[in-house]
């Protein structure tokens, strides 16, 4: 065999291709210390690159599904927030009406204190309903009515969960303003079976809440670790043992 005007014996041919072969070892060998893989396209090994590219892209889809994971928890959080506010409320509501029944419902001035306890209640209604409206995130207010929020576990969406809202206004709530400004203990006794009720119906929707909040950040931390098991699964495929390449690459 010839390269141009020079030719080559048996011997040197089979020295070149060695040259050649040992020269290919050497990119290998190098590529390999720069990116710390052994796979880096699928010419290397088709079965372990795309086995690891699998594993990666099924990582990154679970990725987004941690982010909104993580916003679910946070609009729950909100919500959570917006009850034990309008729950505090309502304590301060039963306490005034608790107030109205200790004064006799005779004479003008007794009355008038009552009519005032009562002004000061439609008040704390009216927080409620104000609470109840500010309590959302991101465009969802699960303490309003008919609104859902639903969460999506796995990359392709088949494995999820619903949160329901309530309406926690006062409306919602079976709350009215003040009957009668509290002109009888009738009236009173009333409001205040009503605050009850409403307490106990904000008690419930917590519990439910909180098997909500409970359930999604189980599926959060599953996600965490499954996502941490196939970024290793796709290393274990792809990986280079750094010793031993530095060992090829000082032969």
């Given amino acids: 065999m010839a390269y141009g005007n020079v030719s080559l014996t048996a011997?040197?041919?089979?020295?070149?291709?060695?040259?050649?072969?040992?020269?290919?070892?050497?990119e290998r060998t190098q590529t390999r210390l720069a990116t710390g893989k052994k796979v880096n396209t699928a010419l290397d090994d088709?079965?372990?690159?795309f086995?690891?590219?699998?594993?990666?892209?099924r990582a990154n889809d679970l990725a987004y599904r941690k982010s909104d994971m993580n916003e679910?928890?946070?609009?729950?959080?909100a919500a959570s927030n917006g009850?034990?506010?309008?729950?505090?409320?309502?304590?301060?509501?039963?306490?005034?009406?608790q107030s109205a029944m200790s004064i006799d419902a005779?004479?003008?001035?007794?009355?008038?204190?009552?009519?005032?306890?009562?002004v000061q209640f439609n008040e704390v209604m009216s927080q409620i309903d104000s609470l109840a409206g500010d309590s959302g995130y991101k465009g969802i207010n699960l303490l309003s009515s008919g609104s859902s929020l639903t969460v999506a576990y796995d990359e392709n969406g088949s494995s999820s969960s619903t949160v329901t809202g309530f309406d926690a206004t006062s409306d919602g709530l079976?709350?009215?303003?003040?009957?009668?400004?509290?002109?009888?203990?009738?009236?009173v006794t009333a409001a205040i079976a009503e605050l009850d009720t409403a307490r106990d119906n904000l008690r419930t929707q917590t519990k439910s809440l909180t098997t909500s909040l409970s359930t999604i950040t189980t599926r959060l931390d599953f996600t965490k670790n499954m996502i941490n098991t196939l970024e290793d699964g796709a290393a274990k495929l792809t990986l280079a043992d750094m010793n031993e390449e530095g060992a090829n690459m000082l032969m």
């Fill in 72 to 77: 679910a928890i946070q609009t729950i959080k």
């Fill in 174 to 187: 079976t709350l009215n303003d003040a009957d009668g400004s509290w002109a009888t203990q009738g009236n």
């Fill in 51 to 57: 086995a690891a590219l699998g594993h990666t892209q």
């Fill in 46 to 49: 088709p079965v372990k690159y």
């Fill in 106 to 118: 005779t004479g003008t001035q007794n009355l008038a204190d009552r009519e005032a306890l009562s």
């Fill in 83 to 97: 009850i034990d506010s309008i729950s505090g409320l309502i304590e301060s509501a039963r306490s005034l009406a």
């Fill in 11 to 26: 011997g040197m041919r089979s020295n070149l291709i060695t040259l050649q072969q040992t020269n290919d070892l050497m």
